[in-house]
């Protein structure tokens, strides 16, 4: 190969490289400003039906965490999995804080009386109590939000209501997982 076919290679090289750069370019959307970000409008997500979509984001989405009690505990101690019948049904152990004391929703019966609409504007108003992660939801597409609402319809209503949540300096009266930091209560020795 003499060096001007080489250097006729590689400018060859250089244009093709080139012009793929200056399409991706064209087909990328300017970078979005702070303010866009609060909404995504990228799809990420590809599955068969809303209805699958929806059952892998509410597992990565860690949403079984606390709205189906036992779910983590028996993975991760005993391998065993919580039946998917079963899914967010809610609980009566409460989670509290200076927020006073929120309840895991059951799902299965609250989501199931919103239209798609309403359950759109409650993840996005995200006016809840700790430690839902009320900022996940509103961080989702809209199409994201419809697959997990399509999945959580689809599972049908089960279970009972969740206790009412209670405001801050209001008493317990059954089992609550305190989100305070707490002090040690042992004295780990100082070595020298
Ligand atoms: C760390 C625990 C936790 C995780 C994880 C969690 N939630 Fe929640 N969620 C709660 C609690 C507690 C409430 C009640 C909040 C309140 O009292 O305002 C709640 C409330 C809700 C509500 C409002 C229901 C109603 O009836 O008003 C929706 C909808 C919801 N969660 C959906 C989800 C979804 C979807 C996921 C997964 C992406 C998820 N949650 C993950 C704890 C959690």
Redesign the pocket.
Known sequence: MTSQTANIRAHAAFLAAAALLSLQACSRPAAATPAETATVPAEYITAASDVEAGRY??KI???N???TPGYVEGLAMTGKAMPEADWLMGGDV??SGPWGV??????R???QNMTEEQ?LE??RAGR??????WP??QAMSDRDLKA?YAY?VSLGPKGHP?PA?LSPGVAPDRPHIPFVPQMPTTQVPVKS
């Open positions: 984001l509410v989405g860690g949403c965490d606390c709205h409460g989670f929120s309840y895991p929703a059951n799902l019966l609250s989501v359950f409650l993840s809840g109590r700790p430690p839902m992660p996940s939801l997990i959580i969740a949540a």
